[in-house]
């Protein structure tokens, strides 16, 4: 018998296995110490504990904000307020019907994604400007009309933009250039669109989910643009536009937008210093 015929297919067959299934984990990152954001819970709990390089956690180095071309979380809507629906939190308040207010959230991936992302937005959505979520909790797009009807305003709803920007290890561009846009995976159906300023509806103080197609290198996205992997400490850029004809008093802050996936194993971007 002729082993080097036998061992080699052996071989590679072993090492291509070896690829498929080893060095994958899950991962979340926010704006700012993932370790402590603040809708954390006992899964993101688990993922910061086995996440880890050595000794080290890498979501107790995850604070990127104040960086050039890091994380940071922006608004024009006003300043932070403590929230009705969360205490402890600090949001900012868009009243109903006032128009060209906006948030964004830009977030480090500390992991070469090897799924697909979810961008989960927790929202604290009422009725009105009284502080009790749990006498006057709202949807998007809800009101009632004077005879006692409830409507539902399409365009009443917030929109959605989902942008990718290079990081240190881009294979697209320098640092803080722009990538383009991401897809999103509709539910149901699977279908594709682009996160291009796409409307979502929220409410009350649940948490809303959006599948975000994992780019794929040398392909278009639903907008004609070039697509590229993403790399870890690549960004992506989250804004959320609120319409004129919103029905309702809508809050955020900087913990509300967080995006989870499967990172591989080994490709973890770290800060310097620990964040708590």
């Given at each position: 018998m002729n082993l080097r015929k036998v061992l080699i297919p052996f071989i590679v067959v072993m090492f291509t296995a070896?690829?498929?299934f080893a060095g994958n984990t899950p991962e979340f990152d926010a704006v700012g110490c993932d370790a402590t954001n603040y809708f954390n819970d006992a899964i993101k709990a688990s993922v910061v504990a086995h996440n880890k390089v050595g000794a080290d956690q890498i979501n107790d180095f995850s604070d990127f904000t104040g960086l050039w071309c890091g994380e940071y979380f922006d608004s024009n809507a006003g300043q932070l307020r403590d929230d009705p629906c969360f205490d402890g939190y600090l949001s900012i308040l868009t009243p109903h019907y006032t128009p060209g207010k906006h948030y964004e959230w830009q977030i480090v991936l500390q992991m070469q994604p090897e799924s697909d992302i979810d961008l989960n937005i927790v929202d604290c959505v009422m009725k009105g400007n009284i502080p009790n979520i749990w006498e006057y909790a709202q949807q998007t797009g809800r009101y009632r009309t004077s005879r006692g009807e409830l409507r539902f305003v399409k365009s009443a709803n917030p929109r959605v933009t989902v942008e990718a920007y290079a990081g240190?290890?881009?294979?697209?561009?320098?640092?803080?250039?722009y990538g383009f846009i991401l897809d999103a995976r509709k539910i149901p159906t699977l279908g594709m669109c682009a996160m291009d300023d796409k409307r979502y509806t929220s409410k009350a103080l649940w948490e809303e989910g959006i599948v975000l197609a994992l780019p794929v290198n040398g392909k278009q996205n639903k907008s004609g643009e070039d697509t590229y992997t993403l790399s870890q400490g690549d960004m992506l850029r989250v804004r959320i536009d609120i319409p004129g004809n919103n029905t309702c008093y809508i809050r955020y802050g900087e913990d509300n937008v967080v995006l989870k996936y499967i990172g591989m194993v080994g490709t973890e971007y770290m800060t310097q210093a620990p964040c708590i």
């Amino acid at each position: 018998m002729n082993l080097r015929k036998v061992l080699i297919p052996f071989i590679v067959v072993m090492f291509t296995a070896s690829l498929a299934f080893a060095g994958n984990t899950p991962e979340f990152d926010a704006v700012g110490c993932d370790a402590t954001n603040y809708f954390n819970d006992a899964i993101k709990a688990s993922v910061v504990a086995h996440n880890k390089v050595g000794a080290d956690q890498i979501n107790d180095f995850s604070d990127f904000t104040g960086l050039w071309c890091g994380e940071y979380f922006d608004s024009n809507a006003g300043q932070l307020r403590d929230d009705p629906c969360f205490d402890g939190y600090l949001s900012i308040l868009t009243p109903h019907y006032t128009p060209g207010k906006h948030y964004e959230w830009q977030i480090v991936l500390q992991m070469q994604p090897e799924s697909d992302i979810d961008l989960n937005i927790v929202d604290c959505v009422m009725k009105g400007n009284i502080p009790n979520i749990w006498e006057y909790a709202q949807q998007t797009g809800r009101y009632r009309t004077s005879r006692g009807e409830l409507r539902f305003v399409k365009s009443a709803n917030p929109r959605v933009t989902v942008e990718a920007y290079a990081g240190e290890y881009s294979v697209w561009g320098n640092p803080c250039d722009y990538g383009f846009i991401l897809d999103a995976r509709k539910i149901p159906t699977l279908g594709m669109c682009a996160m291009d300023d796409k409307r979502y509806t929220s409410k009350a103080l649940w948490e809303e989910g959006i599948v975000l197609a994992l780019p794929v290198n040398g392909k278009q996205n639903k907008s004609g643009e070039d697509t590229y992997t993403l790399s870890q400490g690549d960004m992506l850029r989250v804004r959320i536009d609120i319409p004129g004809n919103n029905t309702c008093y809508i809050r955020y802050g900087e913990d509300n937008v967080v995006l989870k996936y499967i990172g591989m194993v080994g490709t973890e971007y770290m800060t310097q210093a620990p964040c708590i």
